[in-house]
């Protein structure tokens, strides 16, 4: 098995950004395999980094946890990060370890912030897992509001032709 990079291990002051595994478009061969499950999604960028997050995980060059989308609730991320089905204590991710319960997460869509606090005790999670929360809910958030203004060009651009 391949090991997997860990966004923890990289240092916060390192000059060089993460490089993207996530290709721009699908190939031919993972839509193909991957996408007739999203075929009926409005949001087409949604649908293909969808498409994209499914092969590269499929192939271990990125984990579950690292993905903007969720191919469980067929959404980005910071849409569905609330569910109970994103509770993972043996991970941490939304589980405050020291009072043995759930955390919640606010993202607001307007300023990007992302909190996560325990549901029992009120505190914000400074964990590891935590940190991955909030940093694949900001990816997805620039992720989506990117799809939202092409698609508002797109519309704008189609209703000016007419």
Do not use: F, K, N
């Amino acid at each position: 098995m391949l090991p997997l990079s860990h966004p923890d291990r990289i240092e916060p002051d390192s000059p060089q950004p993460r490089r993207s595994l996530r290709p721009s478009q699908p190939s031919a061969a993972d839509v193909l395999r991957y996408g007739e499950r999203y075929a009926d999604l409005r949001d087409r960028r949604l649908a293909h980094t969808l498409i994209i997050e499914d092969a590269v995980e499929e192939r271990e060059e990125i984990s579950a946890h690292e993905r903007i989308t969720c191919h469980v609730h067929r959404r980005w991320s910071h849409e569905c990060i609330a569910s109970p089905m994103h509770i993972i204590p043996v991970t941490g991710h939304r589980w405050c370890r020291r009072c043995e319960a759930e955390a919640s997460v606010a993202v607001d869509e307007v300023t990007g912030s992302v909190t996560v606090v325990c549901t029992r005790c009120r505190q914000a999670l400074e964990t590891a897992a935590t940190r991955q929360i909030i940093r694949t809910c900001r990816a997805s958030l620039a992720a989506a509001h990117e799809s939202r203004r092409a698609r508002v060009q797109a519309q704008d651009s189609a209703a000016a032709a007419a």
